[in-house]
């Protein structure tokens, strides 16, 4: 399809605000101003809603196809929750007018939002505070290690490393390395994070372990006990990658358990859109010894009631956004919990973790499953199988698209070999389970007897297999005037 | 119970296949001591109800404040086309286009965004955004650190302090030193700027226009830079990119912005747009997602991730950035935002804008005591020096739902007297009237 540049038309316009009576040239000087007008698209209200009408057809989304993107969460967005953050009392206000004297009264219903949803994010991970500052997981990342780090500076502590598992998010070891750390990577011995590997490599050294639990083959960490003890030995934290704790609501609370820092991805957990990369957000929950160092300001409830700002934190780390975070998105996420309540929130780790269940038994014997056992939200299968006739996951995963059906992960996590990561999600019903499972072991029977056929899909998309390789040589970023 | 379709046969049925007699069980490997000590939520409630608690949330903000609020944030028209469309599923609920040939429209789309990203600023290559402009003047930061290979940062203090602290923040443990050269009376003091990027220098970062609203050339910072090695990253308003000389043809090698103005409601705060552009032999040294035109088996022209090989998924701990997840729909909203407007919307936009903020200053400057923080030129935005507080004379109006502009004291020491008022082009020359006449029995 023709770029929206190149549909442009010169001398039409689309949405025009009033004209002013001075020009540009009338109000400063020559020397700031630019050469020539930007050429942006010249079209109608029509061109360009035609356009992009047309362009998100070319999409697959959870509105239209089942998404059983592993480690994303790709759950229905309830439309309800939509409508009810357009309200303009939420849209319409200037972040700042809450930081001016006498604006604290102005936008009370904003503050109360902030805070119920710190509220709520804190009984449900039994964390101490939250701050939602941080606008997606990585950024939450990145705040959960400046706190590590902040604490270990005021106790004095010299401490230089942290630790991944070698199952973790490429964000983790990234998140790790941009925050100044040294990352030590360890081995997983049969899925799990090993003790003695840990121990090996543990020293005072050692800042902190960041751990994805149910971790990235949807396997609940055996050893958590006995991690946490070993890390309390050398006064190192806890990190808790949030990106897999819909498996856990009302079933595990991390700070029950011994963590000092979670972030959670909103996107994933609580049911808001992720808009095709984005907007997310990434509240970070923390124990008691790392309230001090939060992202400032605070929002706080006073004695008489009423919700105010708290810029008095002489430890804090700073901000880490301009204002407080993706306000936008956490308020989708609070209209969800409340709609859910505890039991709703729990019922949809208990149906995740029974579809995704019944998605590999219904799997096993078609696919390899190198971790055969109950899984927790998503499982790992491997396509290494059909290696024989030269199918690999990512042709299984183009099959799954002339299906109807969004791929699931591939080749993550890195340490299983063809490896596709299936996570359906509570909202899918059995049928679509059913017919799902029914399309691909009858794509994997074809790439016994056609792989060929395989191999060339898709051919139901608006385009074919692309050339990756020629785009980042080429590298074609913009449409050229 | 809400969004989950399983009906008790489903259920039986399903346990059976998995070869479990209650869903407890699929949760045996969580110990029974590390069960929940609680999970004291509030019952959940009918649509209908939690819909009318968020309604009434948001009915306990004033609302109708009439606002000259801007530093970096500022309320323009946002055409009704831009939420119908970014409202569509198959944008907004849609992933990351890992699958390229069932994400085209959100991959075209980001290459259209890029495209008119860097038209507007006069850069070779634009990536799909970061978070916000904080983000992206950290990101960019990092990008010249990596680049020139040095480590001391030289920041304008008319840079926006809301970034500036996010920067501090951001780059606590990373091996940078950030140097701040003082404003020069509410403008940026070209000369001190000059004379702070020395050898050791990795980039000089400033914004246009300044915090205070002026406008200056810095066509001249940007070739001192260069010739001392060291790399430019300017930070620009994309709504008066329209008019004003832009970074490139001032000769920057990255050029961020916060994208909000163009698509995006205050929303108190987020979700914003980090713009991020550079030249193009800093490409590779951006972080985050950029989408690249390429073909497919049959020739036909196809869009795809690329450059992936900067990226956390790929290099882990030597990746550009940790960044994943970014403003994708926020980028969407700003490329509609701008195919809707155009050249001529967006002109218009900007000259509007600034036309109000002229006709606001002299109205302001007419009230006895009251004059300009500096008779430099400006955008839509100017201080002004009050006879009393700022603080004091903006709580006064807020009383009567007039916020007249952004007390700068918490921020600039020794300003306490100054205000900063924007104008867009939703002010109106009645909202000019009312608010220099509130003012005026405030002071």
């Known amino acids: 399809m023709k770029t929206v540049f190149a549909k442009s038309v010169p001398g039409r316009t689309g949405v025009l605000p009033p004209k002013a009576d001075k020009t540009a040239r009338d109000m400063l000087p020559q020397n700031l101003l630019r050469a020539r007008r930007p050429a942006l698209p ?23 196809n089942f998404y059983p993107l592993g480690s994303c969460t790709m759950k229905y967005n309830p439309k309800f929750i939509e409508a009810a953050v357009n309200y303009r009392g939420f849209t319409d206000t200037h972040p700042l007018l809450a930081q ?16 119920l949803t710190e509220q709520l994010l804190q009984e449900v991970t039994g964390m101490r505070a939250f701050t939602m500052q941080p606008m997606a997981g990585a950024q939450g990342e990145l705040t959960g290690i400046l706190l ?99 498996a856990c609501m009302g079933r595990l609370r991390v700070g029950d358990v011994g963590f000092d820092v979670v972030h959670l991805n909103l996107h994933k957990t609580m049911g808001t859109p992720h808009g095709g990369g984005g907007p997310g957000s990434g509240p970070v929950g923390v124990s008691e010894r790392l309230i001090p160092f939060l992202p400032g300001p605070r929002v706080v409830k006073k004695a008489d009631g009423r919700f105010g700002l708290n810029h008095d934190l002489p430890q804090s780390i700073g901000r880490v956004a301009p204002f407080y975070g993706n306000f936008g998105v956490y308020l989708k996420a609070l209209a969800y919990i409340l709609r859910c309540g505890a039991e709703g929130l729990s019922r949809a780790t208990d149906y995740a973790v029974l579809n995704a269940n019944y ?61 596709l990561m299936f996570e359906p999600t509570e909202t899918e019903s059995k049928e679509m389970l059913d017919a799902f499972c029914d399309d ?40 050229v005037e | 119970m809400p969004f989950i379709p399983h009906t008790p046969e489903d259920t039986g049925a399903m346990l059976k296949a998995v070869g479990v007699r209650h869903l407890d069980e699929l949760f045996a490997a969580i110990p029974d001591d590390m069960r929940p000590k609680s999970f004291a939520l509030p019952e959940g409630l009918s649509e209908y109800d939690a819909a009318a608690r968020m309604h009434e949330l948001a009915h306990r903000n004033a609302g109708h404040v009439l606002s000259f609020m801007g530093a970096g944030a500022y309320d323009h028209i946002v055409p009704a086309a831009v939420d119908a469309l970014t409202a569509r599923g198959e944008f907004y609920t849609a992933y990351t286009p890992y699958q390229p040939e069932a994400s085209q429209g959100t991959l075209q789309g980001i290459f259209e965004y890029q495209t008119a990203v860097c038209r507007l600023l006069d850069m070779d290559a634009a990536n799909a955004s970061v978070y916000d402009g904080g983000s992206a003047v950290f990101e960019a930061a990092m990008m010249c650190v990596r680049a020139a ?21 951001l780059a606590a443990n990373v091996d940078v030193v950030i140097v701040t050269v003082p404003h020069a009376g509410g403008a940026s003091d070209m000369d001190t700027l000059a004379a702070a990027i020395g050898g050791d220098c990795a980039a000089v970062i400033v914004q246009n226009p300044g915090f205070f609203g002026v406008v200056q050339d810095f066509a001249p910072l940007a070739d001192k830079a260069r010739a001392a090695g060291a790399k430019s990253v300017m930070l620009v308003n994309p709504v008066l990119q329209s008019v004003l000389k832009t970074p490139g043809e001032s000769g920057f090698d990255v050029a961020v912005a916060d994208g909000q103005s163009v698509g995006m409601a205050l929303s108190f705060g987020g979700p914003y747009l980090g713009m991020m552009a550079c030249a193009k032999d800093m490409v590779r040294q951006m972080p985050g997602r950029i989408a690249g035109r390429t073909k497919d088996l049959d020739g036909k022209t196809g869009y795809v991730l690329t450059l992936q090989a900067r990226e956390q998924h790929i290099r882990r701990a030597k990746a550009t950035s940790n960044i994943c997840s970014n403003q994708a729909l926020c980028a969407m909203r700003s490329v509609i935002h701008l195919s809707l407007l155009g050249p001529e919307g967006l002109i218009r936009t900007a000259e509007l804008s600034m036309q109000r903020a002229r006709e606001s200053a002299e109205a302001l400057t007419k009230l006895p ?75």
Request: aromatic share 6%.
């Open chain 1, 42 to 64: 010249e079209l109608s209200e029509l061109d360009v809603v035609r356009h992009y009408s047309r362009l998100s057809r070319l999409n697959y989304g959870v509105d239209a």
């Open chain 2, 369 to 443: 005591g009251v004059s300009m923080l500096n008779d430099a030129p400006y955008g839509n935005e100017f201080a002004v020096t009050l006879p009393k507080p700022a603080r004091q004379a903006v709580a006064a109006l807020l009383k009567e739902k007039i916020a007249p502009g952004l007390p700068v004291c918490r921020w600039y020491k020794g300003l306490e007297n100054v205000l900063l008022v924007a104008c867009t082009e939703k002010t109106r020359p009645a909202h000019i009237r009312r608010m220099a006449q509130a003012l005026s029995s405030a002071l």
């Open chain 1, 440 to 479: 691909l072991i009858a794509i994997c029977e074809r790439a016994r007897t056609d792989p060929a056929g395989v191999k060339a899909a898709p051919v139901t998309l608006p385009v074919r297999r692309l050339d990756e390789t020629a785009a980042a040589r080429n590298m074609i970023l913009t449409e």
């Open chain 1, 148 to 246: 590590i780090a902040a604490y270990h500076r005021a106790k004095g502590n010299k401490k230089s490393k942290i630790i991944c598992p070698d199952a973790a998010h490429g964000t983790n070891p990234a998140t790790a390395a941009l925050a100044g750390y040294e990352v030590v990577n360890i081995v997983s011995k049969d899925g799990m994070v090993d003790p003695e590997a840990l121990a090996a490599v543990l020293d005072d050294s050692v800042a902190g372990l960041m751990m994805t639990c149910p971790n990235t083959l949807g396997l609940f960490e055996q050893h958590l006990p006995e991690i946490v003890r070993l890390l309390r030995s050398v006064d190192a934290l806890l990190y808790y990658d949030g990106a897999n704790f819909n």
């Open chain 1, 100 to 115: 001016v004297d006498g604006g604290e009264a102005l936008t009370q219903g904003n503050l109360e939002a902030i805070w």
């Open chain 2, 149 to 169: 290979k040095k480590r001391r940062l030289v920041v304008d203090e008319c840079l926006n302090p809301l970034y500036r602290a996010m920067l501090h923040t």
């Open chain 1, 359 to 419: 998605l590999l038994a219904r799997l096993r014997g078609h696919l390899d499953i190198p971790y055969d056992r109950i899984c927790m939200h998503e499982f790992v299968a491997s396509a290494s199988k059909l290696g024989e006739y030269d199918v690999h996951a990512l042709d299984l995963a183009k099959a799954l698209l002339d299906k109807g059906y969004h791929a699931p992960t591939i080749y993550f996590p890195l340490i299983v070999k063809e490896c």
